[in-house]
């Protein structure tokens, strides 16, 4: 049986209703790296799904409640704060732990990681980096690459991309700050924004700022994202099924 993926779902209002939804390419890119997509409605009850799954997949959406890192609002303009969505995921990365899933964060997921680990967010980069001759939030579409990034060579994330520098999109207005111990920044724009992290060590635990389910049909390291990753459920799932009791 090929890996299941579990992907984390958006929360938002439309037409005055919420809704969780999710972009059809996150489930698309999981499909072609050879997994099977099993979406986690944001509710708690999702956490007892992750026992079915090799892997999570976090995934983009609105920003990140600040009181979920400890940081007071500071006048920055929300955009699609769900305490829900923010339960929902915090829980499904302590329930991962547990399991010793594989994790693979993207744009939110990763800075949603980074906040469950102890980590912090600048709330609006505009407003704390009014330097930064870069556009983080781009105008171009999904598909568009926009700006750079560096990768560290001796990290995972390098391995995984099979490159140090490419172009990637980019669609946020927040970022990570502080680090959480034992985690390590592997890739930076070049106005020194975090866009990739990661936690050194045998578990798979990675995360990039860019949006590469948008990228993967056209672009190598992209796709070479999704399939390491989705690699990385596979020795998950092939070492759960060693053990009596935990296999499906
Ligand atoms: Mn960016």
């Known amino acids: 049986m090929k890996p299941i993926v579990g992907i984390s779902m958006s929360r938002e209002a439309a037409e005055g209703y919420p809704r969780d939804f999710l972009r059809a390419t996150y489930i698309e890119a999981v499909r072609r790296a050879g997994a099977v997509p099993l979406l986690l409605a944001n509710c708690d009850e999702s956490v007892s799904l992750l026992e079915l799954c090799d892997g999570l997949l976090l995934t983009g959406g609105g920003d990140v409640d600040p009181t979920t ?18 339960r929902t995921e915090l829980a499904l990365i302590a329930a991962a732990d547990h399991l010793n899933l594989p994790v693979f964060g993207i744009c939110r997921g990763m800075q949603v990681m980074a906040v469950a680990y102890g980590g912090t967010l600048i709330q ?125």
């Open 69 to 86: 890192f400890g940081a007071a609002d500071d006048g920055t303009e929300w955009s699609g704060v769900s305490p829900d969505r923010d």
């Open 124 to 248: 609006d980069i505009p407003r704390r980096r009014p330097d930064s001759a870069l556009h983080h939030s781009q105008k171009e579409s999904r598909e568009r690459v926009t700006h750079s990034v560096d990768l560290e060579p001796d990290s995972r994330a390098a391995e995984v991309a099979g490159n140090t520098h490419f172009e990637v999109n980019s669609f946020h207005h927040q970022a990570v700050d502080r680090m959480p111990d034992g985690w390590r920044v592997v890739g930076r724009a070049s106005d020194q924004m975090v866009e990739a992290i990661e936690r050194p060590g045998e578990r798979y635990l990675l995360g990039v700022q860019w949006h590469p389910e948008d990228l993967a049909t056209a672009h190598q390291p992209a796709q070479q994202l999704f399939e390491k990753f989705v690699e990385a459920c596979l020795a998950y799932q092939a070492g759960r099924e060693q053990h009596v009791g935990r296999s499906r």
